[in-house]
């Protein structure tokens, strides 16, 4: 059985050919630099590691332990490992001089390919390049490691998930389900159509009692944004003073509400968030 077939022609006894390992499909790419090819054949891919996670605790008076006051995630780590090939000696070093030539950039996109075949990104630099041409064999072929860090601890969708409507009342309600695994900073964009006497406008996530407040006279065509991932407010393009905080979508669904202080609104809304994960 050993003696024949593919265990002696091909699978044990066969020569080991690299450049067959994978053709090109580019399913992880740094800053436009792809690091799935026939050259680069990443065959490790280390990151779904959770990032470390930073606790500001307080001792409980009179008592066994503390009490947790905040709690932060940190920074991620994500490690690729693989070989770099090429046919020759001197094609092989071209290549390892563009590899680490193009992975130096600092705070560049990481997309990584998925089963759905979505990419999820992530802001990285890399802090390990280490091409291992250790040995007097590794002529046309060596193995790499690469490790990089996210100091946005997160990764995310390439795309946002967006919801459109259009109240006709002072105080609206809808529902945002956040598909990520961590929270998300939502933009609600209010373009209004009619408004009597409007003095003021707060919007609250009903699920976390995040809300935030901005008292101000709102007229027909203004336009209104509240942008949690800037931590703006800005009504036709100018910043306005707010009271309270940015509301938060936590993993799963939220509830929120818009509320105008005032006679009569009519608007157009735009919810939308970029999903953030673990």
Excluded at 111 to 135: H, L, P, Q, S, W
Excluded at 230 to 242: A, F, M, P
């Amino acid at each position: 059985m050993y003696n024949k077939g593919n265990f002696n022609s091909s699978l044990w006894n066969a020569p080991s050919r690299i450049s067959s390992l994978l053709g090109s499909s580019e399913d992880i790419i740094f800053n436009g630099y792809g690091l799935q090819n026939a050259g680069i054949i990443t065959s490790e891919v280390l990151v779904e590691k959770v990032p470390t996670r930073d606790f500001d605790t307080t001792k409980i008076p009179n008592d066994h332990g503390r009490i947790i006051n905040k709690d932060f995630f940190d920074v991620k780590t994500i490690t690729l490992r693989g070989m770099i090939y090429k046919g020759t000696k001197a094609l092989y070093e071209t290549l390892v001089d563009e590899f680490k030539k193009e992975l130096s950039p600092q705070n560049k996109n990481l997309d990584i390919k998925r089963a759905d075949g979505n990419y999820r990104r992530f802001v990285v630099t890399a802090t390990t390049i280490n091409v291992k041409r250790e040995k007097h064999s590794d002529i046309s072929s060596s193995p790499f490691e690469v490790v990089f860090q996210c100091l946005t601890p997160f990764g995310q969708s390439i795309g946002t998930t967006s919801g459109l409507f259009t109240p006709a009342v002072l105080s609206f309600s809808e529902n945002i389900y956040n598909s990520g695994t961590a929270e998300a900073k939502p933009i609600w964009i209010m373009i209004v159509t009619s408004a009597t006497a409007i003095t003021d406008f707060t919007v609250t996530n009903d699920t976390t009692d995040e809300a935030i407040k901005v008292t101000n006279a709102i007229v027909a065509s203004d336009v209104i944004i509240v942008d949690g991932k800037e931590k703006t407010i800005t009504l036709n393009g100018t910043e306005l003073d707010y009271n309270g905080s940015f509301p938060k979508l936590v993993a799963g669904s939220n509830s929120y509400t818009i509320l105008f202080g005032g006679t009569a609104i009519a608007y157009s809304l735009t919810h939308k968030y970029t999903p953030f994960f673990l």
